[in-house]
Nanobody, 120 residues
Framework: QVQLVESGGGLVQAGGSLRLSCAASGRTFSTYNMAWFRQAPGKEREFVAKITDRRMPYYSASVSVKGRFTISRDNAKNTVYLQMNSLKFEDTAVYYC????????????WGQGTQVTVSS
């Protein structure tokens, strides 16, 4: 497993932007698929986006983030990012970074989360 620490959350007005970062410990980060999830108050945690070890991005089909959010990674910095543009009130949530190790069927490493609040 890797240790994950998110940062970059905060309060932003609707239409604004934020970039979340997730710093990972360990030497095997480059072999991990990495993802962002989010959980709004009173709702279940939901998948937002992931990026594979080969840098292929995927975005949730049920969460309307495609075209607004961009996931990326910098293996030299052991960091994965989520650039969020045109933020909406409904994007308000705690955002979690997660890692899926080689051969793992689940995300087995999780960060503590970072709060994103979008004011309308």
């Amino acid at each position: 497993q890797v240790q994950l620490v998110e940062s970059g959350g905060g309060l932003v007005q609707a239409g604004g932007s934020l970039r979340l970062s997730c710093a990972a410990s360990g030497r095997t980060f480059s072999t991990y698929n990495m993802a962002w999830f989010r959980q709004a108050p009173g709702k279940e945690r939901e998948f937002v986006a992931k990026i594979t070890d080969r840098r292929m991005p995927y975005y949730s089909a049920s969460v309307s983030v495609k075209g607004r959010f961009t996931i990326s990674r910098d293996n030299a910095k052991n960091t994965v990012y989520l650039q969020m543009n045109s933020l909406k009130f409904e994007d308000t949530a705690v955002y979690y970074c997660a890692g899926q190790g080689p051969g793992s069927r689940e995300y087995d490493s999780w960060g503590q989360g970072t709060q994103v609040t979008v004011s309308s």
